[in-house]
């Protein structure tokens, strides 16, 4: 049976996501892992040395593929010409195969440089092969017969791949988070998983690992091509990094890299493998041929990976870690998480969670506010996305804060009290987000209160207040209208220094009959020159839906948030005439 050989799509749209992993900010160091050894190096010539890089064994439709890339290096101070050689795969048979050199191979290597020069064949062949080694050979043709002198042997059994069917033991499998370099590649370059999350592209799942580069050495270096695949019930799935553009690290410096793996529905891969990319171009041909090959893999994180539990108790108001590596957040401005509370939806069968985070700008010039995503999780591994509340506030002045308000829409079956509340930070176009915060948080439910209303960042105290009823006649129906009148005594005051968007947060008072039903209401800014007042406040509803008169009424006061799924509103207080 032919196994399935999935290539990722170019563009990730990010619809939700539903796995909780480790945030990079909060990631143990990563765990020395033995390093895979390099291929030995053959003499060719007196000059030349040759390193086995891989070598490729798949089938296709007609019989088998063999390929194979060697790395050619001159040690000499002079330029020398690609030797010549028949590069031979033995087959455990005894049969051995050439292969032919592509005819993008240079011809010659530069002084104390390195060449890589790839070879191919192809066999019409339906029986099983298997290879052992891999031949120099030199053929003499001036002499008859003519005349082969192997010039190197390598034995390649472990590092033959054998395409979408190769299967890394779990034995050689790299635990989550251990660091590893790329094997047959001079560079001071280490790499470690640090994060795993999925997301959805329609409704198939498209796994995004997250790892981590750190280059220990004394110059600058590119981050090789690579790619990450996902293995899965005998499938491969191959993915793609999401930066396109080359990736530069300087000395001492850490950066991270986001490789996307796009799987079937209900497909979760068991490991991940790094694989190189390799090509082939047959003479005569402008079309090269495409491959991959791999010798590392590693684990997925265990469930001690991705246990919120071991995240420390957030206090709110305090600045929150923002990981080093990201750049989304400058120096001189901090961002604290000051609320997060349940808020209810009237009439619908989802609530709202409103979260509000503070940037508070320590610079002497303004800041524009930063693009950060938000996401809340639960103890499940269930994810939330937070959808930011209409604002117009673009900047930050210097010495103050800016309130930026998410909604986070959840069923009103979500029990949870407790939750991993994610900051993110947009990668490109890509549509990805990455966590560059994380913390471990408490959402408040409503705890009405007589006199004290909280509505960040606004205090209310009730000093007192009076409801009465006016009644009016239509002179020509000689029908009655019902209008009610609130005579209020009240403090206002702000509690940070911060500049919030005019219309959110509002005060919402309804009139509510003893049978429940709100027959009145009146909605109030907190800002702005319509604002509600300090002192004495004189409120008529009259937009009353009873047609007699009731009693008592009761007075709920609301916090109310106009988010992108409708007004959510949370209790404040509830009094009674």
Request: hydrophobic share 35%.
């Amino acid at each position: 049976m032919k196994l399935i050989w999935k290539q990722a799509v170019s563009t990730v749209m990010i619809a939700s996501s539903v796995v909780l992993a480790v945030s990079p900010a909060f990631a143990d160091a990563a765990v020395p892992a033995p390093t895979v050894i390099d291929s030995p190096a053959y003499a060719i010539t007196d000059m030349t040395q040759a390193q086995v890089k891989n070598v490729l064994l798949e089938k296709t439709a007609g019989g088998w593929r063999i390929g194979s890339v060697i790395k050619l290096s001159n040690r000499s101070g002079a330029i020398v010409r690609i030797p010549d050689f028949e590069l031979r795969a033995k087959a455990a048979d005894g049969t051995s195969y050439t292969l032919q050199p592509s005819a993008a191979n240079v011809k010659s290597i530069s002084p104390q440089s390195n060449v890589e020069l790839s070879y191919m064949t192809e066999i019409d062949a339906k029986n099983e092969l298997s290879l052992t080694d891999l031949l120099w050979v030199d053929v003499n043709m001036n002499v008859y017969p003519k005349q082969e002198t192997v010039l190197a042997d390598a034995g390649i059994g472990s590092l033959v791949w054998k395409g979408s069917d190769a299967v890394i033991n779990d034995a050689s499998l790299l635990n989550w988070g251990q660091s590893f370099t790329l094997p047959d590649i001079t560079s001071s370059l280490t790499y470690s998983a640090v994060s795993l999350s999925t997301q959805y592209t329609g409704q198939k799942p498209t796994y995004v690992v997250q790892l981590k580069v750190n280059n220990s050495g004394g110059f600058t270096e590119t981050v090789p091509d690579f790619t990450l695949s996902g293995k899965a019930s005998g499938q491969s799935f191959v993915g793609q990094r999401v930066e396109q553009k080359p990736i530069s690290v300087n000395p001492g410096e850490s950066q991270y890299l986001y490789y996307t793996i796009p799987t079937d529905a209900g497909i979760k891969p068991e490991a991940f493998y790094v694989l190189t990319p390799e090509s082939f171009l047959k003479q005569g041909q402008t079309t090269p041929q495409s491959y991959y090959t791999g010798r590392i893999g590693f684990h997925l994180p265990t469930e001690n990976n991705v246990n919120a539990v071991n995240l420390p108790d957030y206090q709110m108001g305090s600045p929150i870690a923002i990981d080093a590596v990201s750049q989304a957040v400058n120096p001189k401005v901090t961002v604290s998480l000051v609320h997060a509370d349940w808020f209810e939806n009237e009439g619908q069968n989802f609530k709202t969670v409103v979260a509000n985070l503070k940037y508070t700008n320590y610079s002497d010039s303004p800041m524009p506010i930063p693009s950060l995503g938000t996401e809340l999780v639960n103890s499940s591994g269930t994810a939330y996305t937070g959808n930011p509340v209409p604002s117009t506030l673009k900047e930050v002045l210097p010495g103050m804060g800016v309130s930026v308000a998410y909604a986070f829409t959840m069923p009103t079956t979500e029990e949870s009290d407790r939750f991993v509340f994610n900051l993110q930070e947009p990668q490109g176009d890509s549509g990805f987000k990455a966590t560059i915060g994380q913390l471990n948080i408490g959402v408040q439910k409503a705890a009405p209160n007589d006199t004290e209303m909280d509505l960040y960042p606004y205090h209310l105290k009730l000093n007192s207040w009076a409801l009465s009823m006016v009644i009016s006649q239509n002179a020509s129906t000689k029908a009655y209208n019902y209008t009610y009148k609130l005579k209020t005594v009240m403090d206002i005051n702000t509690t940070d220094n911060v500049v919030t968007e005019a219309s959110n947060p509002k005060l919402l008072i309804e009139l509510e009959n003893p049978a429940g039903e709100r027959i009145a209401y009146k909605s109030l800014l907190l800002s702005g020159p319509d604002r509600i007042m300090n002192g004495n406040q004189i409120l008529y509803f009259d937009n009353v839906s009873s047609d007699q008169m009731e009693a008592p009424l009761k007075v709920k006061f609301y916090e109310t948030v106009t988010t992108p799924s409708g007004e959510a509103k949370r209790l404040l207080s509830s009094l009674t005439q």
